[in-house]
């Protein structure tokens, strides 16, 4: 059976009779497919790291790896695809990527899940991070909502942008005592900070999820626990 990459293949995605296949070491591997039963390779891109998964929008592939994060890749020329763009992940080792509606999705391991605006595929802007408790191993995104797989936690089932859904956890409320999360827009002497949710007599660590954090309206929100 033939390889037809030279490196450990980790992901794929099909696009326009083409194969881009996430070979590790040897980056992105572009195969031609218009003939399942003969693919023949024309093409690669080298990445800095590991390539690991790989998603197709338009004429761009989005390829997430080891010790470089996000990698934005020009496909147009299928024989000569070019790296145009990219920005490194917080845990700087991504495992899954997707792409939908103008954002890039990235489940960035220990790091959790990473969203970019790639209206402009070169620069890649990150919006968006959410911590999901877990290691984000691979993720998805179907009719607005993002699927992440989370290694230990299981399956996490969130809101897309522009209607991302915000977690806070709080770890260390004293014990029986009410316990307040409030939310501001700003920091600082400017801060305005608004009740969301009370916890009238904390058992244990909790959760509260605010669903209130389009970014439309939203560009930015900070949360604080707050005990009498």
Not at 39 to 63: F, T
Not at 159 to 166: F, T
Not at 187 to 193: K, N, R, T, V
Request: one cysteine or more.
């Amino acid at each position: 059976m033939k390889r037809y990459t030279s490196g450990d293949a980790r992901g794929v995605a099909v696009s326009g009779g083409y194969a881009y296949v996430a070979d590790s070491s040897a980056g992105l591997q572009v195969i031609a497919v218009t003939n399942p039963t003969a693919p023949v390779r024309v093409g690669g891109c080298d990445i800095s790291g590991l390539a690991v998964d790989v998603a197709v929008s338009g004429d761009y592939a989005y390829v997430v790896g080891w010790h470089g994060g996000l990698h934005v890749i020009d496909i147009r020329n299928p024989a000569a695809p070019t790296r145009v763009g990219g920005h490194v992940t917080v845990a700087s080792s991504a495992w899954g990527v997707a792409v939908s509606g103008g954002y890039a999705y990235v489940a960035d391991g220990a790091g959790g899940l990473q969203i970019f605006a790639v209206t402009n595929p070169a620069v890649p802007v990150p919006v968006y991070r959410y911590s999901t408790g877990g290691t984000a191993n691979g993720v998805a995104v179907v009719d607005n909502h993002i699927y992440v797989a989370d290694d230990q936690k299981g399956l996490l089932v969130l809101c897309s942008l522009p209607n991302m859904q915000s977690m806070i956890r709080v770890e260390d409320a004293t014990l029986g005592t009410p316990c307040v999360i409030e939310a501001s827009p700003v920091l600082g002497s400017a801060a305005q900070w608004t009740p969301l949710y009370t916890n009238a007599s904390p058992s244990g660590p909790f959760e509260f999820t605010d669903f209130d954090v389009p970014l439309s309206q939203y560009p930015q929100k900070y949360y604080r626990a707050r005990q009498p």
